[in-house]
């Protein structure tokens, strides 16, 4: 199992940890990536399989404190995020400018 953090650009967000198996988080992260944005996951996919997925994802929320570890973030809502992205991999995360941010 892998734990995904979603990213919701919704006011009272709370930015959630869900439990999903190998296969399901291959749906939604393309190999080597561990960052997403739901648009873009939907794209690729298909809606029907994306939709029965995540509607198993949701019923695995892991509280915070009980995670063991992060292996990918979902962004909804958040396009303005994406310039940050560019690669889909968080430890590859930049600037607007295209310098680093760690």
Known sequence: MKNIQVFD?????????FS?????????????????????VYERGDANQLDATFNLIWTRR????????????LFYELD???IYYPTRKDEEAT????GRLR
């Open 9 to 17: 650009g919704a006011r009272n967000a709370v930015y959630d940890i």
């Open 20 to 40: 999903a198996t190998d296969e399901e988080f291959n749906l939604i992260f393309p190999a080597g990536q561990d960052v997403a944005f739901i648009d873009e």
């Open 62 to 73: 892991i509280p915070k404190r009980e995670a063991q570890g992060i292996h990918g973030l």
């Open 80 to 82: 303005e995020k994406k």
């Open 95 to 98: 600037n607007p400018d295209g």
